[in-house]
């Protein structure tokens, strides 16, 4: 069984670094210069901010340091989702923030049950995965909802409802 990468985990969302390579590399992007220098500017600050140098950083990452001084000054438009995992990796950054600060666009849906847990939980066996993801299938159907289809835009993020139980009495 292969490791899983999450990318980011929240309460609405749960996606995968290899899904997010994947769909970024079926995108076609337009980074302009602007965006290029200022993403080269943040990189350089986390990395100075970390106390590294761009050939600890090249130890760290295994990118070549001539390719890292490009990326800080602007001249990389846009680097490799791969590349972006590594340095996500050595400074300590979510891997989401360096794919956003180089634009690229993130998906928004959540995944299906099965990929959710092996992104979650990539100890489990396979099979565990399946028996956990049909289970939550059968709960889910008994419902009428489907695996796929999620909660509704903004449906996860409503606020907890507020307690009427009165203080110092009996509900």
Known sequence: MTEVDVVEWSTNRCISAASVREWVGNR????????????????????TNGGLSLRQLRDLTGIDDGLLSKMESGQI??????????????????????????????PTELPSPAPY????????P????????????????HHGIT?????????????????????????
């Open 117 to 124: 847990l092996r992104a979650k939980y990539g100890d489990l």
């Open 77 to 106: 438009a846009s680097p490799n989702p791969d590349k972006l995992h590594r340095l996500s990796e050595a400074l300590g950054v979510p891997l989401a923030d360096l794919y956003t600060m180089a634009a690229y666009e993130l």
């Open 28 to 47: 076609e992007r337009h980074v302009d210069e602007k965006q290029a220098k200022q993403f080269g500017h943040r990189l350089k600050q986390l990395r």
């Open 147 to 171: 695996a796929e289809a999620g909660p509704a835009p903004g449906e996860d993020e409503a606020p907890e409802p507020k307690s009427t139980k009165k203080k110092g009495g009996s509900a």
């Open 126 to 141: 396979p099979e565990a995965v399946d028996a956990l993801s049909d289970e939550i299938s059968r709960v889910l159907a």
